[in-house]
C-alpha cells in the first residue's frame, strides 16, 4: 500500500490520480489533497476520499473549507500548509499537480523527509533541475516521471546502464496547428488553441502544446530526469501519441512504450513503480489505430523547441527564465493581451535580454523566475501599446 499526498488534485492531472487510486484500493491510499482556489471542488473530493488532512493555498477560503468537512480531516493553507503536506509523517510518495511553480518549494520539502516525488509540474524540473535531482540523490528518494513522455523513457530505459544509450526520442502530438500555416498564427484565438487533438488536459499545458514549447519544458525535464546531454535528446512528430517516446540504443535498437493517450497510465505507473498492477482502465487496440506515423518538427514554425534547446544547453538561469517568460506570455494570450506568435517572440526576447548570474543556486534562480515575469510583463504592455 502506498501513502500518497496529491498536490493539486482538483485539475486534470489530479483528477486522473483520484481515478487510480479508485480503481486500485489495495494500493493506492491518498493520505492527502492540496488544490488552489476551488474550494468546493476540493471539499467535495475530500468528502469522497476522506484524506487525514487538505491545503487550500488561498487562505481566505480555509475557513469556508473546515466548515464543509468533519473534524478528523485537518485544514491547512497556504504555502506553509503545501510544505506540511509534504512532509506529511504517513506518506510514502508525493505527487506534485500544481501548474506553474509553486510545487517547487513542496518537492524540496518532501525530498528531504526522505519522501519519493512522483513529477508532474515539469516546470519545477525545467527550473531547477539540477538542485532537485541532486537533492534526490543526496536523500536517497526516487523521482518518478508522471509526464507521459517520461514515464515512456523511463519504462524503456528500465535497468539499462546508461552507456548504452545513444539518444532519448521525445514524440511530440504536434498540437493543433500542426499544418496550420504560419500567416494564419496571428489569427489564432485562444478557443482554438485550447482544441488539442489527443490529449484532455488543463489550460496551460494546451496552450504550450500549441506553441510547442510543452515539448520543449520536456526537454529540459528530460535532460535532468535523465542525465542526458541535450545534444543527445531528440524530438520526432508522431500526430497519434500512442508511441509514448522511445530510446534510441548504441546498437541501433529503439525501445518505445506504446498505448492510448491516457494519463492514468503513466500516474498508475509512478504509484506502484517498481511492480505493474493489473488494471483495465486503459486499453489500446493497434489494428483499430492502423497507423502510426512519424514527421520532422518544422523549427521554424515553432522556434519552442530551439529556444528550449538553448536554455537547456545553457543551464543556470536560463532554463527558469524561458519558463517564466512563457507562463506570464501565455497569461497573457489567455487574457487576450497578446497574439499566439507574441507567446513565442516574447520569450525570445526575454532570454536575450537576460544576464545570467555566475552561479545558479536556488536563490539565484528564483530572482531569474522573478526578473523574467517583470520583463514579459513589461514587454507585453509595450507590445500591447504600439498595437494600439
Ligand atoms: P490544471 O490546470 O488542470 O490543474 C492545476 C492544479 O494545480 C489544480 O488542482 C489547481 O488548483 C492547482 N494549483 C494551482 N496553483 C496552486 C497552488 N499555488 N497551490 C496548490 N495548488 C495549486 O493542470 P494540469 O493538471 O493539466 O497540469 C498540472 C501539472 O501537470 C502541470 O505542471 C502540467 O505541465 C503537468 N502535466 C499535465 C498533463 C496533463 O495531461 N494534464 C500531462 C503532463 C504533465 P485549483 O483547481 O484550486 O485552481
Ligand atoms: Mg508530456
Not at 234 to 258: C, K, N, T
Amino acid at each position: 500500500m502506498r501513502n500518497v499526498v496529491l498536490l493539486g488534485s482538483t485539475g486534470s492531472i489530479g483528477t486522473s490520480t483520484l481515478k487510480v487510486a479508485r480503481d486500485l484500493p489495495g494500493e493506492i491510499r491518498l493520505a492527502a489533497l492540496a488544490a488552489g482556489r476551488r474550494v468546493d471542488r476540493l471539499a467535495e473530493q475530500a468528502l469522497a476520499v476522506r484524506p487525514e488532512a487538505v491545503c487550500i493555498y488561498d487562505p481566505s477560503q480555509a475557513d469556508a473549507l473546515r466548515r464543509r468537512l468533519p473534524k478528523e480531516i485537518e485544514v491547512l493553507s497556504g504555502m506553509e500548509g503545501l510544505i506540511r503536506l509534504a512532509e506529511w509523517p504517513s506518506a510514502d510518495i508525493v505527487l506534485i499537480a500544481i501548474v506553474g511553480t509553486a510545487g517547487l518549494r513542496p518537492a524540496l520539502a518532501a525530498i528531504r523527509a526522505g519522501k519519493d516525488i512522483a513529477v508532474a509540474s515539469k516546470e519545477i524540473l525545467v527550473m531547477a533541475g539540477e538542485i532537485v535531482t541532486e537533492e534526490a540523490r543526496r536523500h536517497g528518494v526516487n523521482i518518478l516521471a508522471v509526464d507521459s513522455e517520461h514515464s515512456a523513457i523511463f519504462q524503456c530505459l528500465e535497468g539499462r546502464d546508461p552507456a548504452s544509450v545513444r539518444r532519448l526520442w521525445l514524440t511530440a502530438s504536434g498540437g493543433p496547428f500542426r499544418n496550420t500555416p504560419k500567416e494564419e498564427f496571428p489569427s489564432i484565438t485562444v478557443e482554438r488553441a485550447l482544441r488539442h487533438p489527443s490529449w484532455s488536459m488543463g489550460r496551460k499545458i494546451t496552450i504550450d502544446s500549441a506553441t510547442l514549447f510543452n515539448k520543449g519544458l520536456e526537454m529540459i525535464e528530460a535532460r535532468w530526469l535523465f542525465n542526458v546531454g541535450m545534444d543527445r535528446i531528440r524530438v520526432v512528430v508522431h500526430p497519434q501519441s500512442v508511441i509514448h517516446s522511445m530510446v534510441e540504443f548504441v546498437d541501433g535498437a529503439f525501445l518505445a512504450q506504446l498505448s492510448t493517450p491516457d494519463m492514468c497510465l503513466p500516474i498508475q505507473y509512478a504509484l506502484t513503480y517498481p511492480r505493474r498492477v493489473p488494471n483495465s482502465r486503459v486499453t489500446t487496440d493497434l489494428a483499430r489505430i492502423g497507423s502510426l506515423t512519424f514527421e520532422e518538427p518544422d523549427t521554424e514554425r515553432f522556434p519552442a523547441l530551439e529556444l528550449a534547446r538553448w536554455a537547456g544547453t545553457a543551464g543556470g538561469g536560463l532554463p527558469a527564465v524561458l519558463n517564466a517568460a512563457n507562463e506570464a506570455a501565455v497569461d497573457a494570450f489567455c487574457r487576450g493581451a497578446l497574439s499566439f506568435p507574441g507567446i513565442t517572440e516574447i520569450v525570445r526576447a526575454v532570454m536575450e535580454a537576460y544576464r545570467p548570474a555566475p552561479h545558479a543556486d536556488l536563490d539565484q534562480i528564483l530572482a531569474a523566475d522573478a526578473w523574467a515575469r517583470e520583463e514579459a510583463a513589461r514587454r507585453i504592455r509595450a507590445a500591447a501599446e504600439t498595437a494600439r
